[in-house]
T-cell receptor
Framework: DAGVIQSPRHEVTEMGQEVTLRCKPI?????LFWYRQTMMRGLELLIY????????DSGMPEDRFSAKMPNASFSTLKIQPSEPRDSAVYFC??????????????FGSGTRLTVV | AQKITQTQPGMFVQEKEAVTLDCTYD???????LFWYKQPSSGEMIFLIY??????QNATEGRYSLNFQKARKSANLVISASQLGDSAMYFC????????????FGKGTRLHILP
């Protein structure tokens, strides 16, 4: 299995632009999570899906952030409009709830977002 | 309220020595799970070990073991015979099923292994 695939790996954009981050979870996993990592705030859970349904989006910082999971093999995190304080590494992770004790979450390589 | 507390922002340890990374947690649930992840400088998050709240024995995985003290609400990670490749950021995390499936992470401890 190729693991959790995130794209792009790096994104530099200007303030005010729309940014879309993409994630392909591991086939067969039924939960998907979006995290943001910064030096100041550490790893923050933004939103998670179970069987493609958003379960908890309480970590989404503002209405500028939105996430979708149209099917079991694809999810997007969109920021519109982007601001410099959104600069961070964004991780996508997936898991099979029944095997989480053995494998935890599997994380993607992350997208490093820089908003200038 | 912070649910996962890692009190050691950074540690320096001599190669081949054992290392203990501290983690305390806060929950009122009886059913929960504790995780440790490693994040090397390359940035990826690597799952190391899991301990369930009902597990009677401490979890072990190769050189990693989890010192689980339920009454004290601590779940310290022990790395035996440390290696240079163990230098990384280490995160303790918790999940509280069935109420909640999400994993919440602590702030992490940066471990430096000295040759």
């Amino acid at each position: 299995d190729a693991g959790v695939i995130q794209s792009p790996r790096h994104e530099v954009t200007e303030m005010g632009q729309e940014v879309t981050l993409r994630c392909k979870p591991i086939s067969g996993h039924n939960s998907l999570f979006w995290y943001r990592q910064t030096m100041m705030r550490g790893l923050e859970l933004l939103i998670y899906f179970n069987n493609n349904v958003p379960i908890d989006d309480s970590g989404m910082p503002e209405d500028r952030f939105s996430a979708k999971m149209p099917n079991a093999s694809f999810s997007t995190l969109k920021i519109q409009p982007s601001e410099p304080r959104d600069s961070a590494v964004y991780f996508c992770a997936s898991s099979l709830v029944a095997r989480i004790e053995d494998y935890g979450y599997t994380f993607g390589s992350g997208t490093r977002l820089t908003v200038v | 309220a912070q649910k996962i507390t890692q009190t050691q922002p950074g540690m320096f340890v001599q190669e081949k020595e054992a290392v203990t990374l501290d983690c305390t947690y806060d929950t009122s649930d009886q059913s929960y799970g504790l995780f440790w992840y490693k994040q090397p400088s390359s940035g990826e998050m690597i799952f190391l070990i899991y301990q369930g709240s009902y597990d009677e024995q401490n979890a072990t995985e190769g050189r990693y073991s989890l010192n689980f003290q339920k009454a004290r609400k601590s779940a310290n990670l022990v790395i035996s015979a440390s290696q240079l490749g163990d230098s990384a950021m280490y995160f303790c995390a918790m999940r509280e099923p069935p109420r909640d499936d999400k994993i919440i992470f602590g702030k992490g401890t940066r471990l430096h292994i000295l040759p």
